[in-house]
C-alpha cells in the first residue's frame, strides 16, 4: 500500500520552489502539519528530514519573510509548528530565530497557546518549564475557571508519566508547601481526566500508570493531605479513575461505611460525586442514598465537601451536575450555601446552577438577618462573591477571576495587568486590617477583609502565578515583591494578635475570629516563600515569621481553649512544616522542641495527623506512641513511700518502658544530618541501658568489675548529652537559654553511678534514700514521658541483690558492647590481633580488648590491652597528627627496656607497621580503676596510701629503666582483683618528653612549655609532678587543679612554685602539714627541684602509720564541717 506523503516534508522543497505563491502554500501546508505535532499519532514530523535541507529552507522561510506569514493559523498552532521547527534545527542563527518567535508566543500568548506548547516541550525538552514563570503558567493552566475552553489534560498527564517530570512536578512538591500540594494534586486529576479518556478509546497504559508503584505512592499521600484545598483534587482523580477501574470504585464504597470516620467519609462522597461524570444514572442513585443515609447525620458537614466534586461533572454531565447541586442547596445550610458559592464564580457557564443560586440567594438572605454576627458576615461576603461584584468587600476575587480570564483569552500582558489591579486591592484590604487591633472585639471589621486576603492571596496561588505572568524570558527570579510586602504586614499583625493572649470571650463571634486568624496565619506559613526567594533580605524575613509563629503557637497549644485547640495544633504542625522546608530548622531541633514542652497525648497527635512532612510525621508519630505507652505522667520527686511502690511488681513494666525508649530511637529523627544522627544515637544509648537495667539481675552486672560495661554511667552520659541537645535546640528555635554548660542540682546525693559502683565494691546494698534522690535529679530536665520511663526502670535498681543468684539463665542476644571506631576495618583485626570490644570510651576509645588472631574464636583464650596512638585536641595544640605518630613509633621501642613488676601491667608487643594505625599491646588488667573508686567514695585513708605506695612502687621500677610513663592519672591505675595498684596505658611512654604527652589536669609546666632556664626536662620529673596532682586528688576526693577551659588550666600549672591554693589550704593543718610538704615537693615548678620516685615513696611511708587513722577524704577542719 503507497503510504500518503508526509506534508512536513513540503518544507524541504522552499529552496527549489522559484514561484512565490507556491513557496507560500508549502509553507503554509508544512507549518499546518507542525502545528499538529502536539498530538502524539505518530512519528515527530521532523523524524528523517535531512538537517541540511532542513537549515536552507529555515534559512528561506527567514529571508522571504515566510515566518512573519503565519496569522493563517490558530495560535497555539502557531507558537507550535514554530517551536517544533527551532527544536529540530541544529545549533545556530535559524534556530536562535526560531526559538526566539516561539517562545514570545509561549510568554506573551494565552493559557491555550501555552498549554499546547507546554505540552510538547514536556514530551522531549521540559527543563524551561522550571523557570518560575512557566511553572506559574502551568499552575494558571491547570486552575481556569470550570468549562474553560483550554485542555490541560495531556500536559497534566505527561509531566506525570514521564518518571523525571513526575519527580520534580508531584512527588517532591507532594510533601512541600501548599502551594506545590495543590498544583501536584491538580495535575493529578487533570492526568486522571486524561487516563479516563484513552482508557475509553481503548488504551488502557495511563490508567495502569497512575495505579502503578510509581505514582500510587504520592497518589495515596496528597489524598491523606489535611488540607482540603489539597485532598479534594485527589479525591476528584481517584472518582474518575474508579469510571475505568472497579477497583478503585470498590475502594470508594468501602470507604463510606458507617464505621468508618469522617476523613474516609468526606474523601469517598467526593470520589463519588466525581464519578457522576461517566456514570451519571447509577451514582446519582447512590448520592441520595448517601444524603440520606446515617453518614450525614453522624457528620453534616460532609454535604458541603460533596460540592467539590462538581467541577469535573459540569463539564462531563452538567444536567447531572446540576440536579445534584440543587439537591445539596436544598439542605439549606450555610456551610453549603458557601461551597456552591464558590463553585458558582467558578463556573463560565452563566446558565448552570439557576435553581441552586436562587435557593443559595434565599439562605444567605435569610442567614443576613440572623442574630449571631459571624454568620451575618459570612452571608453577606459569599451574596457581594455571588453577584460578583469588583467594588464589594471580596472585589479582590473578581478582580483575580477577570486576570485569570484574560489570561485564557487575551494574552499573558493583559492578565498581567488585571492581577497588578488585583494586588492593590489586596493591599487596600490590608490597609483596612492594619488599622484595627486584631482581637475578637472587632470581628465585625476586621473578619470580611481577613477572609478576603486568606482566599484570595493565600489559600491559593493564583494572584501569585499572575503577577509572575510579566516577567520576560529568561528571568528566574521568583520573587514577588509586592505580595511579599503584604505577607510581611499581614504576619505581623497575625502575630500581634496571638502574642496579646487575651482573655477568650465564651462568645462564637470571639472563637471564629480567633479560628479564622489562626488559619489565615495557617495558609500564611505554609507558603512556598523562603526556598525559592534569591534576596537573601526576603528569605531571612520569612524564616524569622515562621521562627516567631513557633515560637508562639508552641506556648498556645498549652493553653488554648477546647475550641481552638485542634486549628493550633494543625498551625503549629504546618509551622513546623515551614521550619523544615525554609531551614528554620533540622527536623531534630522540632523534634526535641517537641518532646520538651509537649507532654499530652492529644496535642502530639494532632500535630502529626496536620502534618505534611515526612521528617515531622515520623518523629512526632514516635513520640505520640511513646507518650500512649508510657502514660505521659511526670515523676518530679519520689517520696519514700512512692518510691517503695515503685519497687513493686513492675518487671514487666521497666522492660517495656526499656523497649519504648528503643522504639523512639528508631524514628527520633530521620533526617540523616549530624544533630538527627547524634540525637538518635543518644536516645538508643538511653534505651540499651535501661533494657541493660531491666533485665539485670544483680548490681555487678549493671557495674562491670571488669572494666568493660556500665549501664549507669553509660545512661548518665547519654542523659548529659541528651539535655545538651535538648537545651541548644530550645535556645535556636525558641530563644529560651538552657543550661549547657552546667546541669541543675537538686539534692547533695553522689551521681547514681557513684552510689551503684560503692555499693558492688563494698558488697552492701546502696542506700534507697540516696538511691531516690539520685534517680530524681538523674531524670531532672528530661521531657515528661521520658522521665517517667529512667524513674520506673531505675527504680529495680534499690532492690537487686549486689551480686546475682548463682543459677544458670541465658545472656540476652542484644546486650549491647560498646561501638568500634570508624577506621577499625569490618573484620576487627590490627596487626596480629583481633579486637573484641572497646575498653571504657567506645567509638573514639584507643583502648580495646583483644585476642590473638588465630584465637579470635576460643572464649577462654587470653585476652590483651590494645592501645592505639590517640590524637586528641589537646595534642594538636602542639604537634601535627603525622608528628605524633612518628613520636610514638621511636618512644615504643623504650617499653622493651620495662621489668616485670607487680604494678606495672606486663608489657606484651608493639607493632609499628599495623595498619591502619600502630599498636602497643599490654597484660589485660582486670578490675576498677582509682578514679571510679574515687566517685564511688568507697576508699578509706589507710587504703589510699597504700594505693600511692604501690604507684610509687611502680614508677620507681619504670624510671630506673629510664622511661616515664607521661599520662599518669587516676583512671590509669587499675586496682588487679580490687587491692592491687598496676599502672596501665604506656601509650604515651619513653625516654623524652613530647609536646602533647599528657592530661592536661596532670602536667608539668615543662610539658607546657614553661622550662627554667639551665634546666633540661625529664619524664621521671614529670611522672612526679603528676604523681601529686594524682596524689592530693586520691587523698581528697578532689581534682586539684580545674578551669573552665584550657587556657585557664594551663594558667593554674604555671602560676605556683609547689604551693597551690589547694596544698596550702591543707599544709594549715597540723596532721597533713608533713603530708602536704611531699607533695608540694613534686609539685616545684623547676623540675630539678623535685624528688624521685623512690624518695617520695620513702618519705611517704615514714607518715603512713600517723595518717592512716584520718578519715578520708581528707579535708581542712572548715571543710569538713560544712561537708
Same mark, same amino acid.
Given at each position: ?15 527549489? /520552489?522559484?514561484?512565490?505563491? +507556491? @513557496? !507560500?502554500?508549502?509553507? &503554509?501546508? %508544512?507549518? $499546518?502539519? =507542525? ?53 529540530? /534545527?541544529?545549533?545556530?542563527? +535559524? @534556530? !536562535?530565530?526560531?526559538? &526566539?518567535? %516561539?517562545? $514570545?508566543? =509561549? ?59 513526575f519527580h520534580r512536578w508531584v512527588n517532591l512538591p507532594s510533601t512541600g508547601a501548599l502551594p506545590a500540594r495543590r498544583l501536584a494534586a491538580r495535575l493529578l486529576e487533570r492526568a486522571a481526566r486524561e487516563a479516563v479518556t484513552r482508557s475509553q478509546q481503548g488504551d488502557p497504559f495511563p490508567k495502569q500508570l497512575l495505579r502503578g508503584p510509581l505514582v500510587r505512592p504520592v497518589f495515596e499521600r496528597l489524598l491523606a493531605d489535611r488540607e482540603p484545598l489539597v485532598w479534594r483534587h485527589a479525591a476528584v482523580a481517584r472518582g474518575l479513575l474508579a469510571l475505568v477501574e472497579p477497583e478503585v470504585r470498590e475502594e470508594v464504597e468501602d470507604a ?188 465585625a471589621e476586621t473578619f470580611p477583609p481577613l477572609l478576603t486576603l486568606d482566599v484570595g492571596a493565600l489559600e491559593r496561588s493564583r494572584l501569585s502565578d499572575l503577577l509572575l505572568l510579566g516577567r520576560r524570558p529568561g528571568e528566574t527570579d521568583a520573587t514577588v515583591p509586592e505580595l511579599d510586602q503584604l505577607y510581611d504586614r499581614l504576619g505581623r499583625w497575625l502575630l500581634e494578635g496571638e502574642q496579646k493572649n487575651e482573655p477568650l470571650e465564651e462568645d462564637r463571634a470571639s472563637i471564629v475570629g480567633t479560628q479564622r486568624r489562626l488559619r489565615t496565619l495557617l495558609h500564611l506559613v505554609d507558603l512556598d516563600t523562603a526556598a525559592r526567594d ?590
Open positions: 500500500m503507497r503510504l500518503r506523503p508526509n506534508p512536513v516534508e513540503a518544507l524541504v522543497t522552499l529552496p527549489r /520552489l522559484t514561484d512565490a505563491d +507556491e @513557496r !507560500r502554500a508549502s509553507w &503554509r501546508q %508544512a507549518v $499546518a502539519a =507542525l502545528g499538529r505535532a502536539h498530538r502524539v499519532d505518530g512519528p515527530p514530523p521532523l523524524d528523517g528530514i535531512n538537517v541540511g535541507e532542513l537549515v536552507a529552507a529555515a534559512r528561506i522561510a527567514l529571508d522571504r519573510g515566510l515566518a512573519d506569514d503565519l496569522d493563517f493559523i490558530a495560535a497555539n498552532s502557531r507558537a507550535v509548528a514554530l517551536y517544533e521547527l527551532s527544536a529540530a /534545527l541544529p545549533p545556530g542563527a +535559524e @534556530r !536562535r530565530e526560531f526559538g &526566539r518567535r %516561539a517562545f $514570545a508566543h =509561549l510568554y506573551g500568548g494565552t493559557a491555550s497557546t501555552f498549554a499546547a506548547v507546554a505540552h510538547r516541550m514536556a514530551l522531549g525538552n521540559a527543563r524551561p518549564l522550571d523557570t518560575p514563570t512557566l511553572r506559574a503558567r502551568v499552575s494558571l493552566v491547570t486552575d481556569l475557571s470550570i468549562g474553560a475552553s483550554v485542555n490541560s489534560d495531556p500536559l497534566a498527564f505527561a509531566l506525570v508519566a514521564r518518571r523525571e517530570l463510606l461505611d458507617p464505621e468508618l470516620s469522617p476523613t474516609e467519609w468526606r474523601r469517598a462522597a467526593v470520589s463519588l460525586v466525581a464519578c457522576l461524570s461517566g456514570d451519571p444514572t447509577q451514582t446519582l442513585k447512590q448520592c441520595r442514598a448517601l444524603l440520606q443515609g446515617p453518614i450525614v447525620t453522624a457528620d453534616p458537614g460532609l454535604v458541603a465537601t460533596m460540592v467539590w466534586g462538581l467541577p469535573c461533572v459540569i463539564e462531563a454531565e452538567p444536567d447531572a451536575a446540576e440536579e445534584l447541586l440543587d439537591w445539596l442547596t436544598a439542605t439549606l445550610r450555610l456551610d453549603v450555601a458557601e461551597a456552591s458559592v464558590e463553585l458558582l464564580r467558578d463556573t463560565s457557564n452563566l446558565e448552570f446552577g439557576a435553581r441552586a443560586e436562587e435557593i443559595v440567594r434565599g439562605v444567605l438572605d435569610e442567614k443576613m438577618r440572623s442574630s449571631d454576627p459571624v454568620t451575618g458576615y459570612i452571608a453577606h461576603r459569599a451574596l457581594n462573591d455571588l453577584a460578583q461584584d469588583v467594588d464589594a468587600e471580596g472585589g479582590l476575587l473578581q478582580s483575580e477571576r477577570r486576570a485569570l480570564v484574560a489570561f485564557e483569552t487575551k494574552g499573558a500582558r493583559i492578565a498581567h495587568e488585571l492581577a497588578l489591579e488585583a494586588v492593590a486591592r489586596a493591599a487596600s484590604a490590608m490597609d483596612r486590617i492594619v488599622r484595627l487591633a486584631p482581637s475578637g472585639e472587632v470581628v534569591q534576596l537573601e533580605e526576603v528569605a531571612s524575613r520569612v524564616r524569622n515569621r515562621v521562627r516567631d509563629t513557633l515560637r508562639l503557637l508552641i506556648q498556645q497549644v498549652k493553653t488554648c481553649p477546647p475550641s481552638l485547640h485542634r486549628i493550633t495544633c494543625a498551625t503549629l504542625a504546618r509551622c513546623f512544616d515551614a521550619a523544615v522546608r525554609e531551614g528554620v530548622a533540622d527536623p531534630s531541633d522540632l523534634f526535641l522542641v517537641l518532646t520538651r514542652e509537649l507532654g499530652d497525648h492529644q496535642s502530639v497527635a494532632a500535630i502529626a495527623e496536620a502534618s505534611t512532612s515526612e521528617d515531622v510525621v515520623g518523629p512526632a508519630n514516635a513520640w505520640a506512641t511513646f507518650l500512649n505507652r508510657s502514660g505521659g505522667g511526670r515523676v518530679h520527686s519520689l517520696s519514700e513511700a512512692q518510691f517503695q511502690s515503685a519497687l513493686e511488681g513492675r518487671e514487666a513494666r521497666q522492660a517495656e518502658l526499656a523497649r519504648a525508649v528503643v522504639e523512639l530511637a528508631r524514628a527520633a529523627s530521620a533526617s540523616g544530618s549530624y544533630r538527627g544522627e547524634a540525637l538518635r544515637q543518644v536516645v538508643l544509648r538511653i534505651g540499651r541501658s535501661l533494657e541493660s537495667i531491666a533485665a539485670a539481675r544483680g548490681l555487678s552486672e549493671i557495674v562491670d568489675a571488669a572494666g568493660g560495661n556500665n549501664a549507669i554511667a553509660d545512661l548518665e552520659l547519654a542523659i548529659d548529652a541528651l539535655r545538651r541537645l535538648s537545651a541548644a535546640a530550645s535556645e535556636r528555635l525558641l530563644d529560651q537559654s538552657g543550661s549547657n554548660n552546667q546541669i541543675s542540682i537538686i539534692a547533695d546525693v553522689p551521681p547514681l553511678s557513684s552510689l551503684i559502683e560503692r555499693a558492688v565494691t563494698a558488697g552492701i546494698p546502696a542506700n534507697k534514700a540516696q538511691l531516690m534522690m539520685a534517680t530524681t535529679e538523674l531524670s531532672a530536665e528530661l521531657p515528661s514521658a521520658l522521665a517517667e520511663a529512667v524513674s520506673v526502670v531505675l527504680a529495680r535498681v534499690g532492690e537487686l541483690p549486689v551480686a546475682p543468684p548463682s543459677d544458670v539463665y541465658t545472656i540476652p542476644l542484644q546486650k549491647r558492647r560498646e561501638a568500634l571506631p570508624d577506621w577499625l576495618m569490618p573484620r576487627r583485626t590490627i596487626g596480629g590481633f583481633y579486637v573484641v570490644r572497646a575498653l571504657g570510651a567506645g567509638g573514639v576509645s584507643s583502648v580495646f580488648v583483644a585476642r590473638r588472631v588465630e584465637e579470635r574464636h576460643a572464649n577462654k583464650a587470653e585476652v590483651f590491652a590494645l592501645k592505639v596512638p590517640e590524637y586528641d585536641p589537646n595534642t594538636a595544640r602542639s604537634i601535627s597528627e603525622q608528628e605524633f605518630l612518628q613520636l610514638f613509633r621511636e618512644e615504643a621501642g623504650a617499653l622493651l627496656a620495662l621489668p616485670s613488676h607487680p604494678n606495672l601491667a606486663r608489657f606484651v608487643t608493639f607493632d609499628l607497621a599495623a595498619r591502619p594505625k600502630p599498636i602497643l599491646v599490654m597484660e589485660l588488667i582486670r578490675g576498677f580503676s582509682l578514679d571510679r573508686m574515687i566517685r564511688s567514695r568507697s576508699l578509706t585513708t589507710e587504703r589510699a596510701l597504700g594505693y600511692l605506695d604501690g604507684i610509687l612502687a611502680g614508677l620507681s621500677a619504670m624510671h630506673a629503666a629510664g622511661v616515664g610513663h607521661l599520662d599518669l592519672k587516676p583512671g590509669n591505675v587499675i586496682l588487679r582483683d580490687g587491692h592491687e595498684p598496676v599502672l596501665v596505658d604506656f601509650g604515651l611512654s619513653g625516654r623524652q618528653l613530647r609536646p602533647g604527652c599528657g592530661t592536661l589536669e596532670y602536667c608539668a609546666p615543662e610539658i607546657l612549655g614553661v622550662v627554667p632556664p639551665g634546666a633540661t626536662p625529664t619524664p621521671q620529673a614529670a611522672d612526679m609532678y603528676a604523681f601529686a596532682c594524682t596524689a592530693y586528688e586520691i587523698l581528697t576526693a578532689i581534682t586539684l587543679f580545674e578551669g573552665d577551659d584550657e587556657m585557664a588550666l594551663a594558667s593554674a600549672h604555671v602560676n605556683h612554685d609547689g604551693w597551690p591554693e589547694h596544698i596550702a589550704e591543707l599544709g594549715q593543718v597540723s596532721q597533713l602539714t608533713q603530708l602536704m610538704t611531699i607533695l608540694a615537693a613534686c609539685l616545684r615548678r623547676d623540675p630539678r627541684h623535685r624528688p624521685s620516685a623512690q624518695e617520695t615513696r620513702d618519705a611517704l611511708s615514714s607518715l603512713t602509720p600517723s595518717l592512716s587513722r584520718l578519715p578520708w577524704p581528707l579535708a581542712a577542719p572548715a571543710a569538713a564541717a560544712t561537708a
